[in-house]
């Protein structure tokens, strides 16, 4: 059976102990979390394994990740941020750090300085035994970049299909790059440029068949990640925490039955 998961940070407002025994006991098998300090990553790790449920990646910061691309300080910043992600990964076991390349609709071009940085924190995954996931945003081209670039099994694609749907302008990037999917971000929304809500997937304007279409047709085996939020949206806001669990446990697994049958 297809594993499932789900952001750690949901549902706001749990301590990050809750909300694992919470997901687990509901019926998740794995998760992930944004980027932490390594003493919080450790200690996420260790109630991890404690309750049997997987920590699958972690998402890299992305603050000022435009920067990595121009030779200034800040791109230097934003390097050593994505570094010390990578290695707190490599420390506590967790095999895939998914990364931003860019972000905004106007975000700077691909430079020489920002492909020597990215060059060096894929030698800095490979190091620590830590995949990397570029992760579509805006721009087909700058995914386009570094999947070509790197084509080695230590660099992957993270498909958010909530990106797709309301940056893209009707792009597909499964058709494209669905043979190098290693995670993925799946939420709904209404399909509109201004805003992605983080809805649980049938709840928005997506159209899961497709979804579920394009997963089958990649061949990918692994995890249907959730990347959702109980408050972005107001949509689930008299739901309890343990309500909006099972309502989502049941959405990620009709995906998967969805999966199974196109």
């Known amino acids: 059976m297809r594993k499932i998961g789900i952001n750690l940070n949901a549902y706001s407002g749990l301590e990050d102990n809750t909300s694992l025994k919470t997901i687990k006991d509901i019926g998740f098998d794995s998760f992930f979390t944004g980027t932490l300090d390594l003493k919080s ?5 260790e109630t991890a394994a404690l309750n049997n449920i997987s920590y699958e990646f972690v998402h890299g910061p992305f603050g000022h990740i435009n920067d990595i691309w121009l030779d200034c300080a800040a791109g230097d910043e ?3 941020e994505i570094s010390d992600c990578i290695d707190a990964c490599g420390k506590t ?15 700077p071009t691909i430079t020489d300085i920002g492909r020597k940085r990215f060059e060096k924190l894929v030698n800095t995954a490979s190091k620590n035994n830590v995949k990397i996931a570029f992760e579509n945003q805006r721009l087909l081209g700058n995914l386009c970049w570094a999947l070509e670039y790197f084509n080695t099994e230590t660099v992957g694609f993270c498909w958010d299909c909530g990106h797709e749907k309301c940056f893209a302008g009707g792009l597909e990037y499964m058709p494209l ?6 995670c993925t971000h ?10 992605d809500l983080h809805m649980l997937p049938y709840d928005g304007k997506i159209d899961f068949e497709i979804c579920a279409k394009h997963i089958k047709q990649s061949g990918y085996n692994g995890t249907l990640m959730l990347e959702v939020s109980a408050g972005k949206s107001g949509y689930y806001k008299d739901l309890s925490e343990k ?10 697994r009709r995906l998967c039955n969805d999966i199974e049958r196109v």
């Open 93 to 107: 076991n967790v095999p895939i750090v998914v990364l931003h390349l860019s972000s905004g609709v106007t975000p």
């Open 41 to 45: 990553q450790f200690k996420i790790a």
């Open 243 to 252: 309500e909006f669990f099972e309502r989502a446990v049941s959405a990620v």
């Open 177 to 182: 790059w669905g043979k190098r999917l290693i």
């Open 78 to 80: 934003m390097q050593n």
């Open 186 to 195: 799946i939420h709904d929304n209404y399909c509109n440029p201004n805003g």
